[in-house]
């Protein structure tokens, strides 16, 4: 039972008033399911609308692709002093 309350305020309390590190959770976010669920198709949509050069610079292709990553250990580290 002691285990259950300190995990309950562990994920109730202010990290600010704590000063404890809070994992943000990108993943379970709309926008990440969103962007996860149609980014494919929207490039290649993109891409076929647009006969000339690509529609869709490649630093917002590759910051759509790292926003994926975000919040997943397999895809580095982060550092925490």
Not at 64 to 76: T, V
């Amino acid at each position: 039972m002691e285990a259950a309350v300190k995990l309950w305020q562990a994920e109730h309390i202010d990290p600010a008033v704590t000063g404890l590190y809070q994992p943000r959770r990108p993943q379970d976010t709309i926008l990440y399911r969103l962007v996860q669920e149609n980014l494919e198709t929207f490039l290649t949509r993109a891409r076929e609308a647009c006969f000339d050069d690509d529609p869709i610079p490649a630093y917002v292709e590759r910051t759509f692709r790292k926003y994926l990553e975000c919040g997943i250990p397999a895809f580095g580290k982060s550092v925490t002093y």
